[in-house]
């Protein structure tokens, strides 16, 4: 069973900061970009940031400076830095898979004083 296990949500300050981690067993998503969205209800879901099997990346308007895509093939697990958070960045992120278009169950994270 081909799984995406996300981990590091939580509740946060404005400002402060969060890493996110998608790991899986599968050993061919190392090979096949990856992506961090996130979806707040009432709004459509929002594709956050990509990466390729090379690194190269992609951001959103809305996060660009201020979050970080990242993998590690070896491990197979793709991060997501996430610094300079706003409230507006409160959301459940996922982690999906461009090969099989597989998703992670979700971590939330909330930003809020």
């Known amino acids: 069973q081909v799984q995406l296990v996300e981990s590091g949500g939580g509740l946060v300050q404005p400002g402060g900061s969060l890493r996110l981690s998608c790991a899986t067993s599968?050993?061919?998503?190392?090979?096949?970009?990856m992506d961090w969205y996130r979806h707040t209800p009432g709004k459509q879901r929002e594709l956050v940031a990509s990466?390729?099997?090379?690194?190269?990346?992609n951001y959103a308007e809305s996060v660009k400076g201020r979050f970080t895509i990242s993998r590690d093939n070896a491990k197979n697990t793709v991060y997501l830095q996430m610094n300079s958070l706003k409230p507006e960045d409160t959301a459940v992120y996922y982690c999906?898979?461009?090969?099989?278009?597989?998703w992670g169950q979700g971590t939330q994270v909330t930003v809020s004083s």
């Open positions: 999906h898979s461009q090969w099989g278009n597989y």
């Open positions: 599968v050993i061919i998503f190392s090979l096949y970009p």
């Open positions: 990466i390729t099997r090379g690194g190269s990346t």
